[in-house]
């Protein structure tokens, strides 16, 4: 059964990496020019403004601030980095309550120096390390589980299954899971671990894009909603029958579309949203 067709932007959030070029203050403005709904902010894109003055453009534009990426990459077999993380995210965090971000999007770092479950269990610990601090600031935690192709130096948690898990042992309602097509398309679990996260009420987000065929840059060849081989009208109906209420995120890391005229390619990404997600 698919979902009902997207006929509006109301759900629709862009993250500032989607459109790279674009200084912080023209991706507010183009954003809420648009019709978009949402936006969720990359720590490399405040250029000379605080977070404080981020938030407060954001609030003038209209958009809702859905989240701040990225906190994370714990893991490390030398324990000063695996500190100097913890502070980083603790940063994060303040970065986002100035912005007025309700959530901080994790992506929870591996360290190919050692074996998975060695950072698999030190991501726990540097979750455990924030989370009094996100609590406090009511910042929600989204553990974003990445494709297993990422495994050596981005995440050592690349299945549904495994960050359900880890947000199952917090056992808090600021500890969740953020759902990204790119990253849990292929997964055989996939519907039967959505469908276990929001019984848990931890389907904290949503980040669309394609899976482009052939695909010539696993980092920074992500497709248009419709271009590739994700079924994301499916996936989308099975958190929104899972009960998310959430944003559809756009999130696109494209040396191609960068290169392209930014305003062509939020048309095209609007249109993708309503026939293609
Ligand atoms: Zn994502």
Known sequence: MKPEQLTDLSRLCIHSITTKPLDITSAVNKYASLGVSGITIWRDAYGDYTPLQIGKMIGRSGLEPVSLCRGGFFPSVDERKRKAAVNDNLT????????????????????????????????????????????????????????????????????????????????????????????????????????????????????????????????????????GCIDIPGIRGWMNRSG??????????????????????????IDSYLTHT
């Open 92 to 227: 994060a965090l303040e970065e986002a309550s100035d912005m007025e971000m309700p959530m901080l999007v994790l992506v929870c770092g591996a360290d190919p120096q050692q074996l998975p479950e060695v950072s698999r269990e030190q991501i726990k610990a540097g979750i455990e390390a924030i989370l009094p601090r996100a609590e406090k600031l009511k910042i929600k935690l989204a553990i974003e589980p990445l494709h297993p192709l990422y495994a050596d130096t981005r995440s050592a948690i690349n299945t549904m299954k495994q960050a359900n898990d880890l947000a199952g042992y917090f056992n808090s309602p600021w500890v969740g899971v953020a759902v990204d097509v790119y990253h849990v398309w292929w997964d055989e679990d996939l519907f039967g671990e959505i469908v276990r996260c929001g019984k848990d009420d931890k389907l904290f987000a949503f980040h669309v894009c394609d899976w482009k065929v052939p695909t010539g840059d696993f980092l920074l060849d992500r497709g248009v909603m419709g271009e």
């Open 244 to 269: 998310f209420k959430g944003f559809n995120e756009v999130e696109i890391f494209s040396q191609i579309y960068w290169k392209t005229n930014q305003d062509e390619y939020l048309n095209r990404i």
